[in-house]
């Protein structure tokens, strides 16, 4: 029996950590702020 609980903790932690550090936020497919714009961007402008 404590070896089940051992192992319901341990797959309850990963799935926590997962969570924790999956869930971030960022979204890869918009542009960094801090990146310059391109060279098209630049000459459709003008």
């Known amino acids: 029996m ?3 609980r051992y ?3 341990l ?9 924790l550090f999956g869930c971030d936020g960022v ?3 918009e542009p960094d702020p801090s ?3 391109s ?5 459709n402008s003008q």
């Open 11 to 19: 797959l309850t932690g990963f799935l926590s950590v997962g969570l």
């Open 2 to 4: 404590k070896h089940k």
């Open 35 to 37: 990146e310059e714009p």
């Open 27 to 29: 979204d890869e497919d």
């Open 39 to 43: 060279e098209q961007q630049e000459d």
């Open 7 to 9: 192992i319901f903790a």
